[in-house]
């Protein structure tokens, strides 16, 4: 089993910046990809950011230029920097976890975390 904690949500104003934490712990897998999902009121969840063990990224259109995903694989840790914030950015925020084995995926979430962003 992974354990995700996350760290680092919280209320905004449009404009301002936010950083997200998650530390992975227990059994990690030498080959994963960490990432960060948000799931506003009513609606499903969706891919924000995602970073490989290789460092590899990928965004969601809607936060190309202002988020920035990294990662200290030392601290099995994913950050999210969140700039220039705007209210449709609010929602709750999960971090995930993929081990991958020779047999297929093993899929991780975080409890989530708030981020309100005022207008």
């Known amino acids: 089993q992974v354990q995700l904690v996350e760290s680092g949500g919280g209320l905004v104003q449009a404009g301002g910046s936010l950083r997200l934490s998650c530390v992975a712990s227990g059994n990690t897998f030498r080959i994963n990809s960490m990432g960060w999902y948000r799931q506003a009121s009513g609606n499903q969840r969706d891919l924000v950011a995602t970073?490989?063990?290789?460092?590899?990224?990928n965004y969601a259109d809607s936060v190309k230029g202002r988020f920035i995903i990294s990662r200290d694989n030392a601290k099995n840790t994913v950050y999210l920097q969140m700039n220039s914030l705007k209210p449709e950015d609010t929602a709750v925020y999960y971090c995930n976890y993929k081990g991958r084995t020779a047999w297929g995926t093993n899929d991780y979430w975080g409890q989530g975390t708030q981020v309100t962003v005022s207008s």
């Open positions: 970073i490989s063990s290789g460092s590899t990224t």
